[in-house]
């Protein structure tokens, strides 16, 4: 019976290690923010964060995981309340304050500036040059952008649900300015048919580098240096440069 009983509750000590080390790791983003993280007609989450994740935190770390895309501020709390494992974003001390953060940068953003074609002020804007320059300007803007809130603080912006209604409304000339990441701004003009009415400044206002965040809640904190190692040896590859390419 004492044999009988060793054994049945060593069998319970491998089931519940085999489960644990199954768990899911549960990915959140923003759900519109392509090409870095957009949903899809069928419902599923595809971009450039996706394929990274899934490359080094599925490929090669074996980590079972979902992608599921909300709302950038919904996101964000799923993380601090628990419902969800990470994101991949700016390391903000807000966001430090209830996540452990990545080492390694999984893409850097280059903020620049996106206005109407033929603004009468054309100009004008094309000598900004940092952040104090825009003053006088009006801006458009998207609820969430954590970016935005650190640095334009003290900015009046006008802001729309997401970022395909502030360029609605900056080709419809109801703004003068929309700063985001280089390669957002292009790739969403370009989808919505916007090329001949707005076009990008391509001054450089800030650099910024986006990394894994994982809840301090989450069990998938530990990852983290072996995900900096994958991601490295990614980068050195040259791998991560390629799944950067499709999306240009």
């Known amino acids: 019976m004492k044999r009988m009983i060793l054994c049945l509750l060593a069998l319970f000590l491998v089931a519940g290690f085999g489960t644990a080390t199954a768990q899911t790791l549960k990915m959140v983003y923003f759900d519109n923010f392509a090409p870095f993280s957009w949903k899809d007609e069928s419902g599923a989450m595809r971009g450039i964060l996706i ?17 599921e895309g909300f709302p950038w501020a919904r996101a964000q709390d799923r993380v601090r309340g628990g419902q ?28 620049t500036l996106f206005t109407r074609n033929g603004h009468e002020n054309i100009d004008a804007l094309k ?10 300007f009006i801006l458009l ?3 969430g952008n954590g970016w935005a809130e650190r640095n334009l603080k003290d900015y009046d912006r006008q802001l729309s649900p997401r970022p395909e209604n502030v360029f609605q409304m900056l080709a419809a000339g109801r703004g003068d300015l929309f700063i985001t990441d280089s390669v957002v701004g292009g790739f969403t003009i370009l989808n919505m048919g916007l090329r001949d009415q707005i076009i990008e400044i391509p001054n450089i206002l800030d650099e910024v580098p986006f990394s894994l965040c994982i809840g301090k809640k989450s069990p998938f904190t530990k990852i983290l240096p072996e995900f900096d190692k994958k991601l490295s040896q990614l ?6 440069e390629e799944i950067y390419n499709q999306y240009r």
Do not use: C, N, W
């Open 84 to 111: 969800a494992d990470a994101f991949i974003t700016v390391p903000t001390p807000e966001r430090r304050g209830y996540t452990e953060i990545s080492e390694e940068t999984v893409i850097s953003s280059r903020m």
């Open 235 to 240: 980068r050195e590859s040259g791998k991560l």
């Open 141 to 143: 803007d998207y609820i």
């Open 127 to 136: 000598q900004i040059q940092s952040i104090p320059d825009l003053k006088g």
């Open 51 to 67: 394929d990274v994740v899934d490359e080094v935190a599925g490929k090669q770390m074996g980590i079972p995981l979902s992608h």
